[in-house]
């Protein structure tokens, strides 16, 4: 497999760049805010940010992956940002009723939430909300015509604006509240700067035709996502309702030092995720994406490896004693997030035609196993029990999106050779997973990577620019 990936590299370095400084600020930061509020304060931001998962669906509507669908492949540029515009002009009315709507809601909604959420700080989260959408569209449309420098500062300076002020608001005593409104601030600032290179680019208009499309294509993601909603936020509700906010704390850390898995390998997906349509309908298009989303898999294998072996033994050197059993958990969740992510690779199909019911339907499959595992082995179990949850409805969906996938677009993939790498993959977790010592730790590190590259380039995976490896094969 051959690949001229020059300029795409370029770009996943610049999205690397973003992501690792945007999301590698928060990751600084979380041993700062551990320290500064108690395990139950956290598990109750936990709780709290958890709307922000269900209510990003429905303030986003997809629009994101609809802007991917109908400009990417327009025929003109003048059609491409014609269609931007009428998309982003949707985004701002939606916007506008979200923030209006999630005002006059909060008291209702923070009446039924379980961790004692107090009606302010539900504001704050559902107005942050109501931005969201009037930041994806934006980046999108960044990341469709390769403005990787724009979308460097756009993701960074909120990044870092946002650990200064929560800095800065935990030091002045707000607690939680701080948190919230130093993200608040953030997410205004990103706002209006997107906006207006948005609108400088695109101008404002609007169309019912696009609008109905858009209903259409994204009606299906919107009710995946709130189905979604189940497999990453309704987990922290349960496990409020059967164990304490103590034992939420400490899954939410695990998850987000499992997250640095989907993190390291989200400069990949940022970089194919725009381009997929455009790639299947060049010449020997589907070979070609086969080959992409395979080097993907294998990306992603390498990163939770890696995430896998280091997530733990950063939870025990960076995190206070109160969340030191969180580290147990990380491994685990490593796994889901792997899962995961190769649901977002290998769906492709599911996304080619005019509408994602098929989508929706695979995802409803997945979250009702999700939840019913979830209440039947939560109160006995607690975390062990979600966790087990999750990998079982991760699981369900990737066969279910890969079988359907390739029934709507049939893809050539290199099926042995991804399962053989991914049982290396596996063994080397299970190898890491029983080292105590940090020169252990290191010798793991090294050579899992080592044996993965290497397995990954033999069994002509992924294609190195040098490969030091080969050459000292062919002699």
Do not use: H
Request: proline content about 3%; glycine content about 6%.
């Amino acid at each position: 497999m051959k690949l001229q990936l020059n300029n795409g590299i370029k770009q996943s370095i610049l999205y690397g760049a973003s992501i690792a400084l945007m999301k590698g600020v928060s990751l600084l930061v979380l041993p700062f805010v551990a320290n500064q509020i108690s395990a139950q304060e956290f598990g109750r931001l936990e709780v709290i940010s958890t709307i922000a998962v269900i209510g990003s669906i429905l303030v986003g509507m997809g629009l994101e992956d609809t802007l991917f669908r109908f400009a990417g492949p327009a025929q003109t540029e003048q059609q491409k940002r014609s269609i931007a515009s009428e998309i982003f002009s949707l985004t701002l009315i939606i916007a506008l009723a979200a923030l209006i709507g999630g005002w006059f809601a909060a008291p209702f909604v923070a009446a039924w939430m379980p961790g004692n959420v107090q009606v302010y700080e539900l504001r704050l989260v559902l107005a942050v909300l109501a931005l969201e959408g009037c930041i994806a569209v934006p980046l999108g449309w960044l990341r469709m015509n390769n403005r990787a420098i724009s979308f460097f500062f756009a993701t960074t300076g909120r990044a870092l604006l946002q650990a200064l002020l929560v800095v800065i608001l935990l030091y002045s005593g707000r607690g939680v509240a701080g948190i919230l409104e130093a993200g608040l601030a953030a997410a205004a600032a990103q706002t209006l700067i997107l906006s207006y290179l948005q609108i400088r680019d695109t101008r404002l208009s609007f169309s019912l035709r696009t609008g109905r499309r858009a209903f259409i294509y994204s009606l299906p993601i919107v009710g995946s996502g709130l189905v979604a909603f189940t497999l990453n936020g309704l987990d922290r509700w349960i496990l409020a309702d059967n164990a304490s906010l103590t034992d939420v704390a400490e899954f939410a850390i695990a998850a987000k030092f499992a997250l640095a898995a989907v993190l390291i390998f989200q400069p990949f997906g940022m970089w194919w995720s725009p381009r997929r349509f455009e790639v299947i309908n060049e010449a020997n298009g589907r070979q070609k994406a086969a080959d992409f989303i395979a080097m993907g898999a294998s990306l992603a294998l390498l990163t939770a490896v890696v995430v896998g072996l280091l997530a733990p033994a950063l939870i025990s050197a960076l995190l206070p004693p109160s969340y030191q059993e969180a580290g147990k958990y990380a491994l685990a969740l490593v796994l889901v997030m792997l899962l995961k992510e190769l649901v977002e690779l290998f769906n492709i199909g599911c996304f080619s035609g005019e509408t994602t019911n098929s989508q929706l339907l695979i995802n409803l499959t997945g979250a009702a196993a999700g939840i019913a595992a979830m209440l039947w082995l939560t109160p006995d179990y607690q975390v062990w029990g979600i966790i087990f949850s999750l990998l079982l409805a991760q699981f369900i969906r990737l066969v279910l999106f890969y079988k359907i996938s390739q029934y709507f677009l049939p893809l050539n993939y290199p099926v042995r050779p991804l399962m053989v790498l991914f049982t290396i993959s596996m063994l080397w977790l299970l190898i890491g997973s029983q080292t105590n010592a940090l020169w252990q730790l290191i010798l793991a590190l090294f050579s899992a990577f080592i044996t993965i590259v290497l397995s990954a380039q033999l069994l002509k995976l992924i294609n190195l620019p040098i490969s030091l490896f080969a050459k000292a094969a062919e002699q």
